[in-house]
């Protein structure tokens, strides 16, 4: 099985939700720029395809995955809409479905086949997503399938011992239940999520967020995988107007890790490149993504 981890989640919540400061409705991803390709390039790699975008004029239709020699898709998430309005987004084994009430996003069911494993309800206040609870119904993720965005690359194990060093920290879950819940608190400041605090059973935990002044081009997005870490420790994030420069979590034992992120822009104030490194850490690993539009 596998363990739940909110060093995992935390952010995840983040992802899940699209931005509702702005006056477009949840669900809707309709970004000026579309991103057509994204490549990768690492300490111990160099830069190679990893996503190609395949648009059906102004939706996603989906996104192919990319093993680290760029010959082979691994993976594919497909999108299915409601109009112009997200609904559902599937691979070969889960599922996730996003419900609405109105203009907000009111739910999202997520399915390991015809298994519901999680359920997502959130809150809104003046407009702006303020709390979001999930429940996850078996106590346990049944889905051991990685997550392709990062699966598929090569990660070095020091880089590795750091992630697990610190989901080790707050993992919970270890056995099975009926169900556990955890809930997220969100701030704001103006279009951005600036802190998002997480309570579970044995303590509360945050990650607190610093942004560029430049355009996001995730900004209302939605996939299969909207509260994993692996996401978020790429840089993207899908609620706030605006890019992630840096994230402090910090833990209930009192410990901290920092993730940093540097861009490059185009004319557009878009950005093309992004290089991710943990200015913290013992091994000092960095990686890059690129992105064409």
């Avoid at 082979?72 to 609405?100: H, K, L, M, P």
């Amino acid at each position: 099985m596998n363990k739940f981890k909110v060093f995992t989640l935390l952010l995840g919540v983040l992802l899940l939700a699209s931005a509702t400061s702005c006056k477009k409705k949840d669900g809707v991803y309709s970004p000026s720029k579309k991103i057509q390709k994204v490549y990768y390039s690492s300490t111990i790699m160099d830069k190679t395809l990893h996503q190609v975008w395949n648009w059906d004029g102004k939706l996603l239709a989906s996104i192919d995955y990319y093993s680290s020699n760029s010959d082979t898709v691994v993976w594919t998430e497909r999108f299915t809409y409601d109009g112009n309005r997200i609904v559902r987004v599937d691979n070969i084994q889960e599922s996730a479905i996003y419900e609405y009430d109105g203009d907000h996003l009111k739910s999202v069911k997520n399915y390991y086949y015809d298994d519901l494993e999680t359920t997502t309800v959130f809150e809104y206040k003046g407009g702006k997503l303020d709390k979001a609870t999930i429940t996850y119904l078996h106590g346990y993720k049944k889905s051991e399938t990685s997550h392709p965005k990062l699966s598929v690359l090569p990660f070095p194990s020091e880089f590795t011992a750091i992630i697990d060093k610190c989901n080790a920290k707050l993992a919970i879950g270890n056995e099975p239940k009926s169900e556990y819940v955890l809930t997220y608190q969100f701030s704001w400041d103006g279009d951005n999520v600036v802190k998002i605090v997480a309570t579970y059973d044995g303590g509360t935990s945050s990650v607190a967020l610093q942004y560029d002044n430049k355009k996001n081009p995730y900004r209302g997005f939605m996939d299969l995988w909207s509260w994993e870490l692996d996401e978020l420790e790429e840089g993207d994030n899908y609620v706030s107007k605006n890019n992630v420069t840096n994230m402090t979590f910090t833990y209930s034992d009192g410990d901290t890790e920092v993730s940093s992120f540097i861009y490059q822009y185009d004319n557009d104030n878009y950005p093309t490149m992004r290089t991710t490194y943990y200015p913290d850490a013992q091994y000092q690993y960095e990686y890059t993504m690129y992105f064409e539009y």
